[in-house]
């Protein structure tokens, strides 16, 4: 079965920032300054030199003029491999599991999901996808996901290793 990565951006690939106020989210420069969370990053690019399909999946927030085009700049610089076919960018009514079933059709175990934010992750898998959740020292505390975790805080192959594990056991 052919794998396809679906990777959140914010929490994820980049570093979480939180806001001090709602419209903080909305000022220029907010999204394309987000640092880079390194091991998941060289993770990343370790699989997609093995050839896993890989996708950048990740919502933004429509009523935003930076959002979009920020998060967009941020791919470039940090994970330039993943071209641009690869960038899903969601409008945030919208699930992630809609908005790429919408694309490919009904999700399968083969479409795995790591993100941060448990509810993406419980929506994914009721739509028929894997879900992993990246532990990245913010999240995790409400113990509301209880399927597959790899944290942040190993090192860039051992993550490798554990998302190819639970994507190759589906």
Not at 36 to 45: F, G, L
Not at 62 to 77: C, G, I, P, Y
Not at 94 to 113: F, Q
């Amino acid at each position: 079965m052919k794998i396809k990565l679906f990777i959140d951006l914010d929490g994820t690939l980049a570093e979480w920032r939180a806001a001090a106020n709602y419209e903080d989210l909305f000022t220029e420069n907010y999204f394309s300054s987000l640092g880079t969370h390194e091991a998941v990053k060289e993770a990343v690019e370790i699989l997609w030199k093995h050839g896993v399909e890989i996708y950048v999946l990740s919502a933004y927030l429509t009523e935003s003029k930076f959002a979009l085009r920020e998060k967009n700049q941020w791919v470039t610089q940090h994970v330039p491999f993943i071209d641009a076919g690869h960038r899903l960018f969601v409008p945030q009514e919208i699930s992630k599991p809609e908005y790429v079933a919408a694309l490919v059709g009904n999700l399968t175990h083969g479409y795995v999901l790591l993100d941060d934010y448990s509810r993406n992750l419980h929506e994914w898998k009721a739509a028929g996808g894997t879900g992993i959740k990246l532990l990245n020292g913010v999240n995790g505390t409400k113990g509301t996901w209880l399927g597959a975790a790899v944290s942040r805080f190993c090192c860039a192959g051992e993550l490798a290793d554990s998302i190819l594990a639970v994507a190759m056991n589906t």
